[in-house]
């Protein structure tokens, strides 16, 4: 009798073991070779086979409805070698996010291409390298990406545009070569912040970005040329613009700027002409206009004289505070 109450306890035992299981069998495959072909790192220390992705491993996250999985999500750490091809057989993934992982090398994984329902991939602080895939203009669903702190090269691809949910484009901080695509004056849907910093961009900026209505422009320290003022006017809602540390050339003292700018930053280019006087109307909680070719005084009011005189140093002849008085 007594046996048997223990077999029938074991039995009832396993029964519940398995019956706690919610992890999806194919997706818990999936990541046990994701965590494989990284091979078996610390990082990865709670991916184990005889426990629940769903309740009991870390990076992951399951949708508490199907237990599918929809997130994976692997952040600063040792994960030597390249992104694995098994990442794309994750077909319900909503998140893919590497983040500081100094050792990932290799290009962007091609597999991505079919995680058709991400809307958050970041893929920044690692150590790729190859090109910005055109292929990413076909995840429909992204709202967000960042390719950001890598080693990648090339151009940018003109598909990016076609992603018409997507809120912030981050490319900033790589080796990225030739110019801003003119499709990037023709988002569909939601017209992106974007950053395209720290990269060797070059040539002009298309007109048709002046189309569009930018909450953000990053494109500091790139070698842009030329006329950027049809990127500003009454009628644009921009918070930020930073275009500094390029090789920009147009008059100041034309433009018009946004009511709502907060943050502006053109040092280090060749613009010319004065400060307008517009300028004394925003609210500004950065300026910096400095290393330039601008002459008179600076307008008197609003936020302007709030500014060090490092934001308004080296220029032809600017003057009036917070620089020295006008001869």
Not at 103 to 119: A, D, E, R, V
Not at 159 to 175: I, T, Y
Not at 268 to 278: A, L, M, V, W
Request: glycine share 8%; aromatic share 10%.
């Amino acid at each position: 009798m007594k046996i048997l109450f223990i077999s029938l306890l074991i039995s009832t035992l396993i029964s519940l073991s398995l019956s706690a299981e919610l992890c999806n069998g194919h997706d818990k495959k999936v990541l046990l070779q994701i965590k494989k072909d990284f091979g078996n790192p610390y990082l990865l220390a709670s991916w184990k086979s005889d426990t629940d992705c769903c309740s009991a491993w870390y990076q992951v996250e399951c949708d508490s409805k199907t237990h599918r999985i929809i997130s994976l999500n692997i952040f600063a750490g040792d994960l030597p070698g390249q992104i694995p091809a098994s990442v794309g057989d994750l077909p319900y993934l909503q998140t893919l996010d590497f983040h500081k992982l100094t050792n990932l090398t290799g290009p962007i994984q091609p597999t991505i291409s079919k995680l058709t329902n991400l809307k958050f991939l970041r893929l920044n602080w690692l150590n790729l390298t190859g090109s910005v895939p055109e292929f990413l203009g076909q995840l429909k669903n992204l709202t967000f990406l960042d390719l950001s702190f890598n080693s990648l090269s090339g151009t940018i691809p003109s598909s990016l545009s076609l992603l018409p949910n997507l809120g912030a484009l981050h490319l900033d901080r790589n080796k990225l070569t030739g110019s801003i695509p003119e499709s990037f004056g023709y988002f569909q849907g939601q017209i992106p912040s974007l950053y395209l910093s720290h990269n060797q961009i070059s040539g002009t900026i298309p007109k048709s970005l002046g189309k569009l209505d930018f909450g953000v422009l990053d494109f500091s320290r790139n070698k842009l040329e030329g006329d950027v003022s049809f990127l500003l006017g009454l009628n644009k809602s921009t918070q930020m613009i930073d275009l500094s540390r390029n090789l920009l050339e147009f008059n100041l003292s034309k433009v018009v700027f946004p009511t709502g700018l907060t943050n502006f930053d053109i040092n280090h280019n060749k613009i010319y002409g004065s400060i307008p006087e517009q300028m004394t109307q925003l609210n500004l909680q950065l300026l910096n206009v400095s290393y330039n070719r601008l002459c008179g005084q600076i307008p008197v009011g609003g936020k302007l004289q709030s500014f060090d005189y490092t934001n308004y140093f080296h220029n032809w002849c600017l003057c009036g505070a917070p620089l020295p008085s006008c001869k």
